[in-house]
């Protein structure tokens, strides 16, 4: 069954910084991927999605951008980080290009920019 | 997207059944009706769906109203690992990509 790993779990950051959020899955290929966002307290916001290598779908105009440079390999940045950037970012993946496919998370990566 | 509506709160006990429900009255023909849960700090997990019929699977109960503007997440006997915000979600038929719209959801208090 696919597995997805996101790195780093938890990260603080200065403003102005630049951020990198690493996710890669296995035990499937050719995943459609996605990044969500979380804020405290609230539901979760699609970011991007990708649908294969290089191909990246953008929902809402922000300060973030992301990249896939490999079929398993999901990458969500920025150059300089907000604080308004703050909150739970998920990645996911659908095995099933279906209408009906569910959607596999990982654990998360919690990023607070001070 | 179609919007659902879903009470912020519940609570339960444990070892009883709990009638988690949502309205989605401005569904489509095409909308699949997709149910996760999210536990404090973890990503959202998978529960069930459905387009029309009801749905049972070994986690939960999915009731689908005949006019499907309203359906209702069944656990059959609430454990406190159950404890959670559960979320209803419309996924738009016709397409492949798992771009799914999460509201507040409902948070789901389970006491011992």
Same mark, same amino acid.
């Given at each position: 069954?696919?597995?997805?790993?996101?790195?780093?779990?938890?990260?603080?950051?200065?403003?102005?910084?630049?951020?990198?959020?690493?996710?890669?899955?296995?035990?499937?290929?050719?995943?459609?991927?996605?990044?969500?966002?979380?804020?405290?307290?609230?539901?979760?916001?699609?970011?991007?999605?990708?649908?294969?290598?290089?191909?990246?779908?953008?929902?809402?105009?922000?300060?973030?951008?992301?990249?896939?440079?490999?079929?398993?390999?999901?990458?969500?940045?920025?150059?300089?980080?907000?604080?308004?950037?703050?909150?739970?970012?998920?990645?996911?993946?659908?095995?099933?290009?279906?209408?009906?496919?569910?959607?596999?998370?990982?654990?998360?990566?919690?990023?607070?920019?001070? | 997207?179609?919007?659902?509506?879903?009470?912020?709160? #519940?609570?339960?006990?444990?070892?009883?059944?709990?009638?988690?429900?949502?309205?989605?009255?401005?569904?489509?023909?095409?909308?699949?009706?997709?149910?996760?849960?999210?536990?404090?700090?973890?990503?959202?997990?998978?529960?069930?769906?459905?387009?029309?019929?009801?749905?049972?699977?070994? #986690?939960?109960?999915?009731?689908?109203?005949?006019?499907?503007?309203?359906?209702?997440?069944?656990?059959?006997?609430?454990?406190?690992?159950?404890?959670?915000?559960?979320?209803?979600?419309?996924?738009?038929?016709?397409?492949?990509?798992?771009?799914?719209?999460?509201?507040?959801?409902?948070?789901?208090?389970?006491?011992?």
């Amino acid at each position: 069954s696919q597995t997805i790993h996101q790195w780093p779990a938890t990260l603080v950051q200065p403003v102005g910084s630049p951020l990198s959020l690493e996710c890669t899955v296995e035990g499937t290929s050719n995943p459609n991927l996605y990044w969500y966002r979380q804020a405290a307290g609230r539901g979760l916001q699609l970011l991007f999605y990708s649908v294969g290598i290089g191909q990246i779908s953008s929902e809402v105009p922000q300060n973030l951008s992301a990249s896939r440079p490999q079929d398993r390999q999901f990458i969500l940045s920025s150059k300089k980080l907000l604080l308004s950037d703050s909150g739970f970012y998920l990645c996911a993946c659908s095995m099933i290009p279906t209408p009906t496919g569910e959607l596999f998370f990982g654990e998360g990566s919690r990023l607070t920019v001070l | 997207d179609a919007k659902t509506t879903q009470p912020n709160s #519940m609570e339960s006990n444990e070892e009883e059944p709990v009638h988690l429900p949502c309205n989605h009255s401005t569904i489509s023909g095409t909308d699949y009706i997709h149910w996760y849960r999210q536990l404090p700090s973890q990503g959202p997990e998978y529960v069930i769906h459905g387009l029309t019929s009801n749905v049972n699977n070994r #986690m939960a109960s999915l009731a689908i109203a005949e006019d499907r503007k309203s359906s209702t997440l069944i656990l059959h006997r609430a454990t406190l690992r159950d404890a959670a915000v559960y979320y209803c979600i419309l996924r738009a038929g016709g397409t492949s990509y798992g771009k799914l719209t999460f509201g507040q959801g409902t948070i789901l208090t389970v006491h011992p």
